[in-house]
């Protein structure tokens, strides 16, 4: 039961260099999700992909650029990364149908460190 | 203001305890409501689902007060492995999920 799987698990990163966080959903799920979460700020949303094909900023969006390759996959990336992008990133993911009781699951989370 | 807001804790109660939880939310239209639990260096994982009537699963109780804009979760009998942080989640018309900052449960032996 593979889920929401994110790559890599940890990374760390030095102030201006870039990387891109993957994450793939083998629910069928048609919303995908980026979030960063940070001590005492809760989660965050920086993108959200409504449906394949569509892309809309959340939250925090600045400094980071997402791409949604295909139904599955949602990636996030950092074009310059700056200590402040220091935290624990979560894709996640939802169907979101007609049915008010659609849930959101997440990926195990990525945890980046930028020095 | 937050969509979400919690009491951030910590909670401290000993093992057999009964505690509850409070979250309220902003925006009048939203549509759905959960409790999420998540452990340490892990991800966020469905509790359970609010609904308008209550709801009950085995030790835990949630509750939703539309009109107070009100969520609750009560859990007893609490047991070691509840220890955890407590997130209060709404789903808004706009197909959007606000997480609050979480309550932090520690079930003391």
């Known amino acids: 039961n593979a889920g929401v799987t994110q790559t890599p698990k940890f990374q760390v990163l030095k102030t201006g260099q870039s990387m891109t966080l993957q994450c793939a959903q083998d629910m069928n799920h048609n919303s995908m999700y980026w979030y960063r979460q940070d001590p005492g700020m809760g989660l965050r949303l920086i993108y959200y992909s409504a449906s394949e094909g569509t892309t809309d900023k959340g939250e925090v969006p600045n400094g980071y650029n997402v791409s949604r390759l295909n139904k599955r996959e949602f990636s996030l990336r950092l074009e310059s990364a700056a200590p402040s992008q220091t935290s624990v990133y979560f894709c996640?993911?939802?169907?979101?149908?007609?049915?008010?009781?659609?849930?959101?699951?997440f990926g195990e989370g990525s945890w980046l460190t930028v020095v | 203001r937050k969509e979400v807001e919690q009491d951030p804790g910590p909670f401290n109660v000993p093992e057999g305890a009964t505690v509850a939880f409070n979250c309220t939310y902003s925006n009048s239209a939203s549509q759905s409501f959960f409790w999420y639990r998540q452990d340490c260096r892990k991800e966020p994982k469905l509790l359970m689902s609010v609904y308008s009537s209550g709801n009950e699963d085995g030790r835990f109780t949630a509750q939703l007060n539309r009109a107070s804009q009100y969520i609750s979760l009560l859990i007893r009998d609490s047991k070691l492995s509840d220890s955890a942080t407590y997130l209060c989640?709404?789903?808004?018309?706009?197909?959007?999920?606000?997480f609050g900052t979480g309550t932090s449960l520690t079930v003391i032996p």
């Open positions: 996640a993911s939802t169907k979101l149908d007609s049915s008010s009781g659609n849930t959101i699951y």
């Open positions: 989640v709404v789903r808004t018309t706009g197909n959007q999920f606000y």
